[in-house]
């Protein structure tokens, strides 16, 4: 399967803004819904308030892993709150069970609300909670550069406080996510903090994984990266996070790939220049076209380094090049870097990839092999979307020639999970089909460089493989994570719609596990194959259950029944019309010959546009 990025980046693009579209209206309609209850009853524990989210009749109170009913008030503001018939008063004490439904009624000013009311509690993470200056998100989510300060509280799984206090900032982030309304964000605080021993630093990421229907591939592919020897691996935990009382949903608490003790240790390039020029953010910028920055009147005697550097097909970043053979990069740090910073790092960057491309017998005196073969043998079994296109980092430090691959970053759209549910992709080759659209040209060179591929090869024997496979084993890493985190995701999966997104291959949270699982497995057997000459098998057994799959076309539709774990190699496309495909109705992705089929599905007669 060949693989044109830039047509599938505008399908992508086309599919996520039509998923926001529809989305941005529920959306609208869920605030005014949480905005009509906020003034008529809240839960308040151990001081902190949290706040109802209603749902087609149904008002929700999300709880933290370690909510309990002591310490516990539900508050009743100007009004007569009734739950199950029985009146309830801000002064007494209250405990309700969760997975519970109650019939409840508000009245208020001779005006009467009445419906369902459940609470839902989280177990095993952390959790966040978040409180602007303005009290709101609104400008936040609608406007990428617009920051709020306020205070935050962050609790480990067993109510302990972890940090009490202001932050300096927050703000959205991301690129394709940014289109979707459960935002990522970046925070800043103003000291070094360790959260969940994870080390000290001011600035920290929570990763909405809105794309991942699992919410465990970022995670576990940071894991599988430092399992795997790759320096300066991000950490991340899972946490329930709350902005303004209202509950958010699963996160991704992690580090920044940033320059810094506890971070990426190189020199602090940027800091150097800084304490010469002052603020660099005001300094005037310069782009050539092939090269842009900041023009400083000062430079550090030595700038060779450190340099961090990522492969961006965005190209957005106040710094950055691109090489002769078209190969964008932008500095995260410096992030304001020199005009003689960009023409020393560009230069330098320009004598790898020439050395690469012209197969360099000492090329390896040059780039790390090992980070290098590492970094590529993690994307390369997971099947990486972005490898190769963006989030692809670098680094070179001062008074040393080599280049190292690394840190790892970006994984909610591997395993499957976006556009490739194919298993049968070789990545490294597959990118010589889409060079020109803002991919790297160099790693085809090195799959075919004996030494590189040897490495590759012998790594993957000797501790890819059997990792992977302890992985998917059952009670294995991907199981013992699931578990850890299900309480979570059936409180994120209440609050955001996933069939609206369009995430995940089915509506049940244990069938995307035992997908990914299953990914995982074909990988292994396609790489076996390929550099093994081995066929192993490593998919599990189905459950013996019977599953209905319906085909709606526009004018018939028919049911097939297909037994748990097999998959279709045939569809009934004589109900399509010219043009027409079979898409999933839960992630809208294209039907294929590799997909499991683990519950009832239904697949919609489309053109996919």
């Known amino acids: 399967m060949k693989r044109i990025h830039s047509l599938l980046i505008g399908v992508i693009s ?25 003034d008529k009853f809240c839960l308040v524990f151990e001081g902190e308030r949290i706040r109802p989210w209603e749902q087609e009749g149904t008002v929700y109170f999300f709880l933290p892993s370690h909510f309990t009913w002591e310490n516990t008030s539900l508050e009743v503001l100007d009004g007569e709150l009734q739950i199950d018939g029985g009146v309830v008063n801000s002064s007494d004490f209250v405990q309700y069970e969760t997975d519970r439904t109650y019939d409840y009624s508000f009245t208020r000013k001779k005006k009467s609300y009445e419906g369902k009311l459940t609470f839902l509690q989280s177990a095993n993470i952390g959790s966040i909670y978040i409180e602007t200056e303005s009290g709101s998100m609104d400008q936040v989510d609608r406007d990428k550069k617009h920051k709020e300060q306020g205070q935050i509280l962050v609790k480990d799984p067993r109510g302990g406080i ?22 990522s964000y970046s925070l800043k605080l103003p000291n070094p903090v360790d959260f969940f021993a994870m080390g000290e630093a001011g600035n920290w990421v929570l990763l909405s994984n809105v794309l991942d229907g699992n919410k465990l591939q970022n995670k576990l592919c940071f894991e599988m990266a430092e399992e795997f020897g790759l320096a300066y691996t ?40 800084k304490q010469l020029n002052g603020r660099l953010q005001d300094l005037e910028t310069y782009d050539t076209g092939t090269r842009k920055g900041v023009l400083a009147s000062q430079n550090p005697e030595d700038i060779s380094g450190g340099y961090l550097i990522e492969k961006d097909s965005y190209y957005d970043s106040v710094s ?30 320009q004598q790898i990839e020439n050395r690469i491309l012209a197969k360099d017998k000492d090329l390896f005196q040059y780039i790390d092999l090992d980070s290098f073969v590492r970094r590529y043998l993690l994307d ?26 690394g840190p790892v970053w970006d994984y909610d759209t591997c395993m499957g999970t976006g556009i490739f549910s194919t298993s049968k992709v070789l990545a490294a080759l597959d990118i010589r089909d889409h060079r020109g659209a803002g991919s790297i040209s160099w790693y085809p060179c090195l799959y075919e460089n004996e030494t590189f591929y040897q490495e590759t090869v012998t790594a993957y024997r000797q501790f890819v493989r059997p990792y992977i496979l302890s992985m998917i084993e059952p009670g294995g890493k991907i199981d013992q994570s ?47 194959q390929q550099w093994l000459g081995e066929d192993n098998r490593y998919e599990e057994a189905g459950t013996g259950e019977i599953h209905q799959v319906t085909f709606a076309g526009a004018e018939r539709t028919e ?5 748990d774990g097999e998959v279709m190699l045939a569809a009934p496309d004589h109900l399509l019309k010219e043009g027409e495909k079979w898409y999933n109705r839960q992630d809208r992705r294209a039907w294929n010959t590799e997909l499991p089929i683990y519950e009832d599905m239904v697949f919609e007669a489309g053109s996919g546009t």
């Open 380 to 405: 390369e079994t997971v099947l990486n979307y972005d490898f190769g296109v963006t989030s692809m980092y670098f680094y070179k430090d001062r008074n040393s020639q080599m280049l190292y691959a």
């Open 559 to 563: 049911v097939v029944e297909v037994p």
């Open 234 to 273: 991000p950490k991340g935990e899972w946490v329930d996070l709350y902005l303004n009382g209202r509950y958010w949903g699963n996160y991704l608490l992690c580090e920044k790939i940033e320059v810094g003790e506890n971070r990426v240790e190189i020199t602090d390039l940027e800091e150097e220049t």
């Open 482 to 528: 699931a578990e850890r985190i299900r309480s979570s995701i059936q409180m994120d999966k209440t609050r955001w719609s996933y069939r609206e997104i369009g995430i995940g291959h089915y509506e049940s949270f244990d069938n995307n596990v035992r997908y990914m699982k299953y990914f995982l497995g074909r990988r292994l057997r396609f790489l076996d």
């Open 162 to 183: 972890s940090y009490r206090g202001p932050f300096l900032s927050i703000k959205s982030r991301g690129n394709s996510t940014w289109e979707t309304e459960k935002k």
């Open 320 to 349: 950055g090049f691109v090489t002769e053979d078209g190969n964008l990069f932008s500095l995260k740090s410096p992030q304001y870097a020199t005009r003689e910073q960009i023409d020393y790092v560009a230069g330098y960057i």
């Open 14 to 38: 086309i599919m996520i803004l039509a998923a926001s579209v529809s989305v941005s209206e529920a959306f609208r309609q869920q605030r005014e819904a949480e905005k009509a209850f906020e």
